[in-house]
């Protein structure tokens, strides 16, 4: 995972070797995670990261990066990211008042395996992976361009995840291209916390900026009254940030600030259909047709009427036999569990005629993605008495969708309730219904039959059965009395 470059070039850039006490301890400061890799063969891992720091630094006391038993590349690329780290820290973040900017904390994470979160305050509450390749965020913007925005995922019912002072934050991150030798390269991606309530403001200049395609149309400021009014709270206006995947990132409205996060179309159900209507959005379904769910409930379970049931002369010789019976199969289990041993453990086993409590299902779940429609404005969502107008666009270099809208008059108009949620396909015939077939990959090579091979021995299972001799002699020994009176004594 470490970058394309040659180890001879690094090591000109590297700082010291030196870790200990003497050189980079800001390490072991609660702010900083180091990838937990198995640097050296003598290093003790942990899962804490704290511990594992220590323990590295004591360990690269003793020895240097060049050593035979570390990984040269990896601590020579983790040993250059920490001095990269470490200068930005006390040469840029330091120097800047991030409430100005309206964020609650900024970070770096770097192929070398560093994330850093500033200030230490944030890092004590960040919950991303401190690993980077695991966390969502580093994933996301290796592989896209532009600025990645983050809102803690929730589902439709979840609460909101750990506020900070009052608000949300919501990440934007972004990798760093880097050109050496004619290649381009991603060492690290950067970001921000952006302070929800603090960004809200900046709605107003979105909405002149975004939404009004006239030539010459006066741009709204700060301080300026405009034709579209993105204001919190705003009475006539709905205006919306929604990420790729169609997710709330931004509202305009502080009722929904407590939603960020959640799936648009558990946020604003009609607007969610709009949008997917008009082509912004499509969606692509995948089926898992080998899931588990609970058993149904059966309605009609308990509906019939029961009587008194009176025996009769007959259920009771019935009985006598049964009780005969009964005796007799626990005096062979007697006989056979003296030759079986294996009888006495226990096993467990489903009762005869109990209903499972799983059953076999289909499950389908829903995945939404931005189209090629870039922007669209003036649209009308046609619903009689209940229509409104909105405005959409895409914001160049980020994965966003601003969205402004009127408010919807009424509740009145039929819609199909759009979900991200996994959920089960409902229908008789499930493997009919569906569109596309189960495609089962065959193997790549395959065996060539063989005339020898004896197709008895395969696919059967063997117990073991005691010989009959074995049987009736211990049947004769139970019938010699001393012999019986000692057997008897044993089991007592």
């Known amino acids: 995972m470490g970058v394309d470059v040659a180890i001879n070039e690094i090591k000109k850039k590297t700082p010291t070797y030196r870790l200990g006490a003497n050189g980079y301890t800001f390490a072991t400061d609660h702010d900083t995670s180091v990838l937990l890799w198995e640097y050296c063969n003598d290093l003790e891992l942990s899962n804490n990261n704290t511990e594992f720091l220590l323990n590295f630094i004591a360990l690269m006391e003793k020895v240097t990066p060049d050593s035979k038993q570390c990984d040269n590349l990896l601590l020579h690329n983790l040993i250059l990211d920490t001095g990269i780290i470490r200068q930005l820290v006390e040469k840029v973040w330091k120097n800047k008042d991030l409430n100005t900017y309206g964020f609650l904390a900024v970070f770096a994470a770097t192929d070398g395996g560093i994330t850093r979160v500033f200030p230490n305050k944030a890092a004590e509450t960040w919950e991303e992976d401190p690993e980077p390749f695991n966390a969502s965020y580093y994933r996301r913007s290796l592989d896209n361009k532009g600025y990645i925005f983050t809102a803690p995922y929730r589902s439709g019912g979840g609460e909101l995840l750990n506020p900070e002072n009052d608000t949300i934050g919501v990440l934007v991150s972004t990798a760093l291209d880097i050109t050496i030798g004619g290649k381009t390269i991603k060492p690290a991606v950067v970001g921000v916390k952006l302070d929800l309530e603090a960004w809200t403001d900046k709605f107003k200049i979105l909405a002149s900026n975004h939404t009004d395609n006239r030539q010459g149309s006066n741009m709204c400021g700060p301080n300026r009254v405009c034709e579209m009014d993105c204001e919190a709270n705003s009475e006539d206006l709905l205006c919306y940030l929604v990420d790729d995947g169609g997710f709330l990132i931004m509202s305009n409205q502080k009722e929904h600030w407590n939603e960020v996060g959640k799936f648009f179309g558990v946020v604003d159900p009609n607007l969610m259909y709009a949008l997917y209507n008009n082509s912004f959005y499509k969606r692509k379904q995948s089926f898992d047709y080998q899931s588990v769910c609970e058993q149904m409930q059966n309605s009609e379970a308990g509906a019939a009427p029961r009587g008194v049931f009176v025996p009769t002369i007959a259920d009771f010789v019935n009985l006598a036999w049964w009780t005969s019976a009964a005796a007799w199969s626990l005096f062979q289990q007697l006989l056979y569990g003296l030759a079986y041993h294996s009888l006495f453990a226990t096993d467990e086993v489903d009762a005869e005629g109990a209903e499972p409590r799983e059953r076999s299902c289909v499950m389908i779940q829903t995945q939404y993605y931005f189209s090629n429609l870039s922007s669209s404005y003036n649209i009308l969502q046609d619903c009689g008495n209940c229509s409104r107008l909105f405005h959409a666009k895409r914001i160049n ?43 089962r990959k065959g193997p790549s090579t395959c065996f060539d039959n063989n005339n020898t091979e004896i197709t008895s021995d395969c696919g059967r299972g063997h117990s073991f059965r005691p010989p009959l001799y074995a049987l009736l002699f211990i049947q004769l020994l139970l019938l010699y009395p001393p012999v019986s009176a000692h057997i008897h004594s044993q089991l007592h």
């Open 397 to 439: 270099n980020t994965n966003l969708l601003f969205v402004v809208a009127e408010k919807l008059p009424c509740t009145s108009c039929e819609i199909e309730m759009l979900s991200q949620d996994e959920e089960e396909f409902m229908e008789e015939n499930p493997c009919e219904e569906l569109a596309m077939a189960r495609y």
